[in-house]
Each structure stands twice: as C-alpha cells, then as structure tokens.
C-alpha cells in the first residue's frame, strides 16, 4: 500500500505540473484539459503500471504500443485527440529534462 501512494503522488503531481504547463504556458482551456489528462494517465498507468514512474525510460516501443491499443477502440476524432495529447506531453517532459529523447516525433499519425 504505501508504494502504491507513492505512485500516485507522483503521476498526481506530474499530472498537476502538466495541467498547468497546458493553462498558464499554452493558454489551454479547462475542456481542452479534460480531455488530454486522461490519455495522458492511461499512457503512464499502461507503461509502468503501479511500479515507479522512471520516465526517462519510456521508449518508442511504448508509444507505439499504447497508440496502437487504444486507437483501436476509438473513433478516428478522438484517436487524433489522444496522440495530440501524448505530443504535447511529451514536449513537456523534455522541455523539463525529465526525458532525453524526443518521443513527440515517435507518436504516430
């Protein structure tokens, strides 16, 4: 249990950080954050499940593989809507330093 609070706090405060990245840097509005947010904690539960969230080994691979699962069971607006919302992560995690390679440019169309 106390691994697993672990856990959250972390993907809590990640998802924090980013929500506010989106508002006050990219001027996003609240909808627009409804919808990002839950693709972007799916992401993070399917790749690391309740283990740590070691972000700096995310991997094409996982992108690949994430994209390719759910946008099998979305319409194609809403698959648009999830890998826009993997770029924009993505570019927010390098711009922090929290990744070294560019996994925006792995998302596919």
Do not use: H, W
């Not at 001027?27 to 993070?44: E, N, Q, V």
């Not at 069971?73 to 924009?88: D, E, I, Q, V």
């Amino acid at each position: 249990a106390p691994a697993s609070a672990v856990v959250d706090s972390k993907l809590a405060r990640l998802q924090r950080d980013y929500s506010q990245y989106l508002r006050n840097e990219r001027g996003l509005s609240a909808a627009t954050l409804r919808i990002y947010l839950p693709f972007i904690r799916r992401f993070l539960l399917a790749c690391f499940g309740q283990g740590s969230l070691d972000l700096e080994q995310l991997c094409v691979r996982d992108v690949n593989r994430f994209v390719l699962n759910q946008a099998s069971k979305l319409g194609p607006a809403r698959a648009k809507l999830m890998t826009t919302a993997l770029r924009s992560f993505f570019r927010f995690l390098q711009q922090r330093g929290d990744l070294t390679v560019c996994l925006a440019a792995a998302v596919p169309t």
